[in-house]
Every structure is written in structure tokens, then in C-alpha cells.
Nanobody
Framework: QVQLVESGGGSVQAGGSLRLSCAASARTFSSYTMGWFRQAPGKEREFVAAISWRSGNTYYADSVKGRFTISRDNAKSTVYLQMNTLEPEDTAVYYC???????????????????WGQGTQVTVSS
């Protein structure tokens, strides 16, 4: 069982930045692909970014490409999401997810992840 705890959410004006963190309890954190998803009110949960377990390659939704950066620190069992140039459309609950050895075929899909955090609210005002 892996526990994920997100932090770093909050309220910010458009154009601002936030950094989300997700601390994992997994002993073999380096074997997990880590992802970030978000869910706005009345909408489906959608993929935001992922970082693979093996190569450390990163993948982004088109809507955040160039503004968000995902990274991981295996020594601290933590994954980060740096969010810059935030827009009101980025307002959502952001969820961290861990998928054991998830591959490119599934890392952008909810089904590619085994464990989820409780979520952290990000609110961007115009």
C-alpha cells in the first residue's frame, strides 16, 4: 500500500506560480511512474503531467505544456509540479498518482495508476 500526500495548493492571481509537492510512502518509489491529474467542478478528472519510473521522461497535457514542469526526487520519495503563468482555467483540485512501472501506453490515463492522493485545491483568479 502506498500513501500519497499532496501539499502546496492555494489561491493565486492569474500569471502567478505555485509549486505542488506529493510525498509518497512507497519503499520502492523509484519503481513508480508518478502523475498529476486535476478535476474542475462539473468536469472529468484529466491528465496534467507524468514522469516515468525508468527513464525519468516527462509528459504533459497540451494545455499545460510550456507552463508546468514535473520533477521527482527519488531520495525524498517526492514528486513536484511547478506551475507557472497560471490561468483561471487551471482552477481545480490537483491529485497526485502513483503507477507501479506504468509505461507510456498508460501513464496519461487514470487506469495507469494504482494509488491516489487526497487532492489539493488550486484556485486562480483573474
Amino acid at each position: 500500500q502506498v500513501q500519497l500526500v499532496e501539499s502546496g495548493g492555494g489561491s493565486v492571481q492569474a500569471g502567478g506560480s505555485l509549486r505542488l509537492s506529493c510525498a509518497a510512502s512507497a519503499r520502492t518509489f523509484s519503481s513508480y511512474t508518478m502523475g498529476w491529474f486535476r478535476q474542475a467542478p462539473g468536469k472529468e478528472r484529466e491528465f496534467v503531467a507524468a514522469i516515468s519510473w525508468r527513464s525519468g521522461n516527462t509528459y504533459y497535457a497540451d494545455s499545460v505544456k510550456g507552463r508546468f514542469t514535473i520533477s521527482r526526487d527519488n531520495a525524498k520519495s517526492t514528486v513536484y509540479l511547478q506551475m507557472n503563468t497560471l490561468e483561471p482555467e487551471d482552477t481545480a483540485v490537483y491529485y497526485c498518482a502513483a503507477g507501479y512501472r506504468s509505461t507510456l501506453a498508460t501513464m496519461t490515463m487514470r487506469s495507469g495508476y494504482d494509488y491516489w492522493g487526497q487532492g489539493t485545491q488550486v484556485t486562480v483568479s483573474s
